[in-house]
């Protein structure tokens, strides 16, 4: 079992960053597969990005530019660096993670694994 808390939500403004953190506790292995999606009301879930173990790392079309995904093993925290800030990216946004697989195989939102979730609003 993994438990994922996430942080760093919050409101901004259009054109505002935000920066999402993401910390796996009784993990059995140091590096893994993990990302990010969001859901907005009424919508389905949608992958953000996700990174494997060796730091590979897939990010949505929709955020290509405008987000990084990354991790900090001596910490053991996954960010999501978003800049650029839309309207449309307003939505919870949540961890996952598979301490199983050091590549990534699924979706993030696939993963087996996944946090609480973290709001993120744009106001235009």
């Known amino acids: 079992q993994v438990r994922l808390a996430e942080s760093g939500g919050g409101s901004v403004d259009v054109g505002g960053s935000l920066r999402l953190s993401c910390v796996p506790s009784e993990y059995t292995r140091s590096r893994f597969c993990m990302g990010w999606f969001r859901q907005a009301p009424g919508k389905e879930r949608e992958e953000v990005a996700r990174v494997d173990g060796g730091g590979g790392s897939t990010l949505a079309d929709s955020v290509k530019g405008r987000f990084t995904i990354s991790k900090d093993d001596a910490k053991n925290t996954l960010y999501l660096q978003m800049n650029g800030l839309k309207a449309e990216d307003t939505a919870m946004y949540y961890c996952?993670?598979?301490?199983?697989?050091?590549?990534?195989?699924?979706?993030?939102?696939?993963?087996?694994?996944r946090g609480q979730g973290t709001q993120v609003t744009i106001s235009s």
């Open positions: 996952a993670a598979d301490p199983d697989a050091y590549f990534c195989q699924r979706k993030a939102e696939d993963l087996p694994f």
